[in-house]
């Protein structure tokens, strides 16, 4: 806020553009945390859909993993410049992956 404040007092009428980002190592830590909950998400709802049918879970025979999931916050309208400090505006910024995996059943 100090820098946009400094360059509205130098005479700037105008700020096109002020964005915040996650850090590629955060979102690589996001998602790769969010994968691991994913698979194990797939397996839990797989040996509850198994399980009326005397099944169990004896391998895996694929996994596609989608993670490219990933929205920066939109752009927000430009601050009122007659405020007395620029304010910044934070979003939620979604990261999300999905994951289909294909196990190997067997009888019980």
């Given amino acids: 806020?100090?820098?946009?404040?400094?360059v509205i007092g130098q005479g700037a009428n105008?700020?096109?553009?002020?964005?915040f980002t996650v850090s590629q190592p955060?979102?690589?830590s996001v998602k790769e945390s969010?994968?691991?909950?994913?698979v194990l998400n797939a397996k839990t709802k797989a040996e509850i859909a198994?399980?009326?049918l005397d099944q169990k879970?004896?391998?895996?025979?694929?996994?596609?993993?989608?993670?490219?999931g990933y929205s920066p916050s939109p752009m927000f309208e430009r601050a009122d410049v007659f405020a007395s400090?620029?304010?910044i505006y934070s979003s939620d910024q979604d990261?999300?992956?999905?994951?289909n995996v294909i196990f190997l059943i067997a009888d019980r």
């Fill in 26 to 28: 955060v979102v690589k």
């Fill in 85 to 87: 400090s620029a304010p």
């Fill in 14 to 19: 105008r700020v096109d553009l002020v964005s």
């Fill in 95 to 99: 990261i999300s992956v999905s994951v």
């Fill in 57 to 68: 879970i004896v391998g895996v025979s694929s996994v596609i993993v989608n993670d490219a």
């Fill in 34 to 38: 969010l994968i691991e909950e994913a």
């Fill in 50 to 52: 198994i399980k009326p």
């Fill in 1 to 6: 806020a100090r820098i946009i404040d400094l």
